[in-house]
């Protein structure tokens, strides 16, 4: 496969000198920004130059894809938050009671929604 890529950096180490390479992976997974460093040991790994005419990158496109995992990550997020405050407003007096710490373990929940009234 061959892919979109810039070289990004020269590593002169003295026993293994590197380069390392950015390259952009678009496939039906997303869209990705990732790196390979290559040394001399390095396998069916080959950097050749590309013509303008042979980049088959599309600017908007790939922002759009960006935007859009972007937006699920963020989704995820605020669902994430809304579950925390969710847990902290309706849970929280199940924790501390007269300074000693509630376990909710071995209890469940019954027909009222609430996992017990009981407090040790």
Excluded: M
Aim: proline fraction near 2%.
């Amino acid at each position: 496969r061959i892919y979109p890529g810039v070289i990004i950096d020269f590593v002169n180490f003295k026993e293994l000198p590197a380069i390392v390479v950015a390259y952009f992976v678009d496939d039906y997974s997303g869209t990705d920004i990732k790196f390979a460093t290559i040394t001399k040991d390095s396998h069916d790994i080959e950097i050749v130059p590309c013509a303008e005419h042979e980049l088959e990158l599309n600017k908007e496109r790939v922002i759009d894809r960006f935007n859009v995992s972007i937006y699920g990550a963020q989704q995820k997020v605020d669902e994430l938050v809304k579950k925390r405050d969710y847990f902290l407003k309706h849970f929280s007096k199940h924790f501390e009671h007269g300074g000693e710490k509630v376990s909710l373990a071995g209890y469940s929940i019954g027909g009222t929604g609430y996992a017990c009234d009981k407090h040790v």
